[in-house]
């Protein structure tokens, strides 16, 4: 596609509900990111996979949190037993392969969830 | 531990003026600087990056950023600015590397008033 496309757009959970957020990043991008954005907050990072492999996962805030990317394209993530916490805007990036680091992320547009 | 500091929560400027967003860093080695505008409800659209090279580096829609290694800064700025540039800015860092995160700052809210 032309961008990263996240859905839901917005989310509102119950406290112990699960969730589950999507990401189909751009054609042909092989590096996926996700961050979780607080309010009043920069991003920050969760999650890392370099095609389907989880490559990096030590911001993920805690066991409840779970992200896939099966096939090395959509990636999905997943929140057990929200907590109010949680709330947050969640945003996904994509971005070509590049040994020196230079490469530009593009975000999607995010998924705001409000846990209840 | 790479870091990232952006002393102002807000910057207000009258249209016209010049305007300049801080942005101060922290990191082992050489960084990778960027620049991101978040306008409401939308995603971070990427604005410039220093990798190497020359210090002043220019971007999207006339903003430019200056390296300044004595001074581990990497200040937005723009020479006339723009009711539309009303946004949030956000400050990154990187280290040059096959992998690395992409560590932002808290964010900078601009103000251009008309």
């Known amino acids: 596609g032309a961008g990263v496309s996240q859905s839901p757009r917005y989310k509102v959970a119950k406290r112990g509900q699960d969730v589950a957020l999507r990401c189909d990043p751009i054609s042909g991008h092989v590096s996926l990111f996700w961050y979780q954005q607080a309010l009043g907050q920069g991003p920050e990072f969760l999650t890392y996979f370099q095609n389907e492999a989880q490559l990096d996962k030590s911001g993920l805030p805690s066991d409840r949190f779970f992200a896939e990317r099966p096939e090395g394209s959509v990636s999905t993530l997943k929140i057990q037993r929200t907590q109010q916490e949680d709330s947050a805007v969640y945003l996904c990036?994509?971005?070509?392969?590049?040994?020196?680091?230079?490469?530009?992320?593009?975000f999607g547009a995010g998924s705001r969830l409000t846990v209840l | 531990a790479q870091s990232v500091a952006q002393p102002e929560d807000q910057v207000n400027v009258a249209e016209g003026n010049p305007l300049t967003v801080k942005c101060t860093y922290s990191v082992s080695g050489n960084p990778y600087l960027f620049w991101y505008v978040q306008y409401p409800n939308r995603g971070l659209q990427f604005l410039l990056k220093y990798i190497t090279g020359d210090n002043l580096v220019k971007g999207s829609y006339g903003f430019e950023a200056e390296f300044n290694k004595s001074q581990t800064s990497f200040h937005l700025k723009k020479p006339s600015a723009l009711v539309s540039d009303s946004a949030l800015y956000f400050c990154a860092v990187r280290v040059p590397s096959g992998y690395s995160t992409l560590t932002f700052g808290k964010g900078t809210m601009l103000l251009v008033s008309p």
């Open positions: 990036a994509s971005s070509l392969v590049d040994p020196s680091g230079a490469n530009v992320l593009t």
